[in-house]
């Protein structure tokens, strides 16, 4: 399986993040699979900030979820995670992985006015 991140790599400060993961060699529909979006601040350790499961269901970080959505396009095989209100704070690189250790390749983005 294959995890590829793409997204605007520089918002402003309240703007919406939406990044795609698009997923190849499987599909994210696979029975017992969850998609997951973890993010790195510089010289910070990873956050993990939510997941979708193969059947849809979400769950979220507390400390995110008020400004989190992770959804899934079934047709194109790809999965969205949208972060509201961004602040200077969300600048990180963003990854999706998946269930059994997949990781994509990362983007960075940046929030800055």
């Known amino acids: 399986v294959q995890l590829q991140e793409s997204g605007p790599g520089l918002l402003k400060p309240s703007q919406t993040l939406s990044l795609t993961c698009t997923v190849s060699?499987?599909?994210?529909?696979?029975?017992?699979?969850?998609w997951m979006w973890i993010r790195q601040p510089p010289g910070k350790g990873l956050e993990w900030m939510g997941a979708i499961r193969y059947s849809g269901n979400t769950l979220y970080s507390p400390s995110l979820k008020s400004r989190t959505a992770i959804s899934r396009d079934t047709s194109k095989n790809q999965v969205t995670l949208q972060l509201s209100s961004v602040t200077p704070e969300d600048t990180a690189m963003y990854y999706c992985?998946?269930?059994?250790?997949?990781w994509g390749q990362g983007t960075q983005v940046t929030v800055s006015s």
């Open positions: 992985l998946d269930v059994q250790g997949d």
């Open positions: 060699g499987g599909s994210i529909t696979t029975n017992g699979y969850w």
